[in-house]
């Protein structure tokens, strides 16, 4: 079976723009959550989505929203970019009934703001 | 004071030595603990669980000490394959449960 998915890999951007990232999760997964890791640290909690409904939202701005669709793909939109957004953005699946035990990972779409 | 600490390292160890790093958390409720291995430029991925009698897998072992509020990662005859940043992960208490991500500790094996 097809791990966690994402696109683009590699994403490259000028302030101002907006950018959608996409992610598939791993067949039977109902939750998908996303986050920004920025070099050296750990991975932020952006978003929590579970059965197409939002589940949980981190210390982001409004400039950041997200959706899933009834496939349980889901979206990542990122508007009015700043230098400060650029990061691996990376989606990860999980089981899980809005509680993830554990998740799994796609392999990230970078993205760099110029 | 962050919600999970790490020491960032690098840990420079010799192949086939022990190697342990800690990792602290500040909220005495988290109930889940765990510990992730990224590979540079790379997602992570799940290495291990945290129980709270302690668990092994192979050549790693997990430590958990709810006292002092601290999960530990013991790796055993240490491979150059071994060579990665380990993520402590802790489950949060708020109301959605998310996980709250370590900084992550380098380790570098030296042949």
């Known amino acids: 079976d097809a791990g966690v998915t994402q696109s683009p890999t590699h994403l490259i951007k000028t302030r101002g723009q907006h950018v959608t990232l996409r992610c598939s999760p791993i067949s039977g997964h109902k939750s998908v959550s996303w986050y920004q890791q920025v070099l050296g640290q750990g991975p932020q909690f952006i978003f929590q989505y579970y059965e197409k409904e939002e589940r949980g939202r981190g210390n982001f701005p409004d400039r950041f929203s997200a959706r899933q669709f009834p496939n349980y793909s889901s979206e990542l939109n990122v508007n009015a970019l700043l230098l400060g957004d650029s990061a691996l953005y990376l989606c990860?699946?999980?089981?899980?009934?809005?509680?993830?035990?554990?998740?799994?990972f796609g392999p990230g779409t970078r993205l760099t703001v110029l | 004071r962050k919600e999970v600490e790490q020491d960032p390292g690098p840990f420079n160890v010799p192949e086939g030595a022990t190697v342990a790093f800690n990792c602290t958390y500040s909220?005495?409720?988290?109930?889940?603990f765990f510990w992730y291995r990224q590979d540079c430029r790379k997602e992570p991925k799940l290495l291990m669980s945290v129980y709270s009698s302690g668990n092994e897998d192979g050549r790693f072992t997990a430590q958990l000490n709810r006292a002092s509020q601290y999960i530990s990662l013991l790796i055993r005859d240490s491979k150059l394959s071994d060579s990665a940043t380990y993520l402590c992960v802790v489950r949060g208490m708020d109301s959605n449960y998310q996980l709250i991500w370590g900084a992550g500790t380098k380790l570098i094996i030296k042949p």
């Open positions: 909220n005495s409720a988290s109930q889940s």
């Open positions: 990860a699946s999980s089981l899980g009934s809005g509680a993830p035990r554990s998740q799994y």
